[in-house]
């Protein structure tokens, strides 16, 4: 038996006898549009090519699909695609398969059990894989890595993630502490864990392992203590670590899934303030390199989720609000897929005929942070309910929406109305909730 089959030997046990995420069958990801958004694939390839891609007859992996509640939310995400599921634990691919059955899911579906590291045994390529809350447990990182890139389409894009060194210090310094007093000699237990409850219980309160890791929580949430002080296999990374375990699988990197929510900019009160040594050095740093800078300021993310895919596959494009004016007209706008629901045109209709904000972040919270958007663009998100549209046409829907100047009952001029709806569309291209599809810029 080699390595890796030993080393999946001792992680398998944990997810027969609990498998992840230990959600019912009955709980659906469609009650959370959030949760759906990250796993919608047009968001990545958005990123990366800056094209609106449709999820019709695509091919989905989910590397580690355990219980399949991730995989019931790529299915419902990415209608018409084929999925894939793999995970080493035939437990958890029974119930992953019990799910999926249970939501009567459209999709074509198939399940293996096999180690990430033998995904060229499967009879597939893929043009998405999701390999999420399952890499930081591999021994070799960067050879599931490669395995998960030798099963990808050319253009195709992975997600993967680690689980954070900085933010996580604390949990990993307490694994080494359950290992020293007895734990982690073969597969969890019961037992094992009311060990654990029990000494954590007996610990002084004002002991900093207790203070800053344990909460109530762990008192009856099995899962959750598993996942934290007794989890096989827990691997930390930082974001430079990470960095060097893509060059070495022949991975480029993309983006942050929640990149919103990693800007290093907004760490400072005032970037412009910073010494020049300091700002000149962050300006010559590569998007990694800053993100790691972010990481070592301000660690608050349990995994460094992101985005990547074969080298070379990007297309360079300069932010939207550098675009020339002569590219807008023909540009399309089209809604985030997750926003695309029957609360969302409600709320939209709702707020057409009242003055105010239409508050976004009850539809989908993209960064965890509320947006509202003036009421009088409410027609124009509702005509993306129906598909992409041109800013030529947002353009004249906002003038009909607005044809004089409220102050001064002037005619709206079409170059204002132009500067107004492109202001708009820029906002919410930037917060995630738009996608903004435009010719090539040599083409202009």
């Not at 997750?338 to 009850?362: C, H, I, M, V, Y």
Request: one cysteine or more; charged letters at 20%; proline letters at 6%.
């Amino acid at each position: 038996m080699n390595e890796s089959i030993s080393h999946w030997d001792k992680i398998r046990p944990q997810f027969d006898a609990l498998p992840y995420p230990n959600q019912p069958l009955a709980k659906s990801p469609s009650q959370d549009f959030s949760d759906l958004a990250k796993h919608n694939c047009a968001i990545p390839f958005y990123l990366r090519n800056h094209q609106v891609i449709d999820s019709q007859d695509k091919w989905i992996l989910d590397a580690g699909c355990g219980s399949g509640f991730k995989l019931l939310a790529l299915a419902i995400a990415n209608p018409g695609a084929n999925l894939v599921g793999v995970d080493i634990s035939p437990k958890s691919l029974e119930m992953a398969q019990q799910r999926l059955e249970y939501h009567q899911i459209p999709n074509k579906v198939h399940f293996h059990c096999l180690p990430i590291e033998t995904l060229s045994n499967l009879p597939y390529t893929f043009d998405y894989i999701n390999c999420d809350d399952v890499l930081y447990l591999l021994e070799d990182p960067a050879a599931g890595l490669a395995a998960m890139r030798s099963a990808l389409n050319l253009d195709g894009i992975i997600r993967a993630n680690m689980h954070s060194a900085l933010q996580r210090a604390d949990y990993y310094r307490m694994q080494k502490f359950w290992a020293q007093v007895g734990c982690f000699k073969g597969a969890s237990t019961t037992e094992e864990m009311a060990v654990v409850r029990q000494t954590m219980a007996v610990l002084e309160d004002w002991v900093l392992a207790k203070k800053q890791t344990w909460t109530s929580a762990f008192e009856t949430d099995d899962e959750r203590l598993l996942a934290n002080y007794l989890l096989r296999g827990d691997t930390g990374s930082t974001m430079a670590d990470f960095s060097v375990l893509l060059r070495q699988a022949g991975l480029e990197f993309i983006n942050m899934v929640n990149w919103q929510q990693w800007n290093l900019e907004e760490l400072f009160k005032n970037i412009e303030d910073l010494p020049i040594a300091v700002a000149l050095n962050i300006a010559s740093m590569t998007l990694e390199e800053q993100l790691y800078l972010f990481e070592l300021l301000n660690p608050i993310h349990r995994l460094l989720d992101l985005y990547c895919g074969h080298p070379g596959q990007g297309r360079d494009r300069p932010p939207v609000e550098d675009w020339p004016d002569e590219l807008w007209p023909d540009t399309k706008a089209y809604l985030h897929p997750q926003l695309k629901t029957t609360a969302f045109r409600t709320g939209l209709e709702a707020s057409a005929e009242n003055l105010g904000l239409l508050p976004l972040d009850q539809y989908l919270k993209i960064d965890g942070q509320p947006i509202g958007v003036d009421s009088s663009f409410s027609s124009c998100l509702h005509a993306l309910l129906s598909g992409p549209k041109s800013v030529t046409t947002l353009v004249e829907r906002w003038q009909q929406v607005r044809p004089v100047n409220l102050i001064t009952l002037e005619p709206t001029a079409r170059e204002s109305a132009f500067q107004t709806v492109r202001n708009f569309l820029i906002g919410l291209e930037r917060a995630g909730y738009l996608m903004l599809e435009t010719p090539s810029l040599s083409d202009a």
